[in-house]
């Protein structure tokens, strides 16, 4: 059974960093389909779309976390670098991975930006 263990979540003040990490057990996430990649969902809101990224390494990234976000991953893991983080940033942060037919998501992990 694959699972996704997402860490590195926390508090910081605005303009602060963070880097999320994601563990895949079992599988790899250089195998792992279109749709791969970093999710949030902030107070009320619904989950949203962060950044993705392919087999072949393209990354993508949602206006809002253009130039202060990126997306990286190896074998068996991925990352989310965050700089630059906004009070808008605050939210739970989670991993998604696809192969094949199957879709994975992790817990989630809080990252809260103070103002």
């Known amino acids: 059974q694959v699972q996704l263990v997402e860490s590195g979540g926390g508090l910081v003040q605005a303009g602060g960093s963070l880097k999320l990490s994601c563990i895949a057990s079992?599988?790899?996430?250089?195998?792992?389909?279109?749709?791969t990649g970093w999710y949030r969902q902030a107070p009320g809101k619904q989950r949203e779309l962060v950044a993705t990224i392919t087999r072949d390494g393209n990354t993508d990234y949602v206006d809002f976390v253009k130039g202060r976000f990126t997306i990286s991953r190896d074998n068996t893991k991925m990352y989310l670098q965050m700089n630059s983080l906004k009070p808008d940033d605050t939210g739970v942060y989670y991993c998604?991975?696809?192969?094949?037919?199957?879709?994975?998501w992790g817990q989630g992990t809080q990252v809260t930006v103070s103002s």
């Open positions: 998604r991975a696809l192969w094949g037919l199957s879709d994975y």
């Open positions: 079992g599988r790899e996430f250089t195998s792992a389909r279109i749709g």
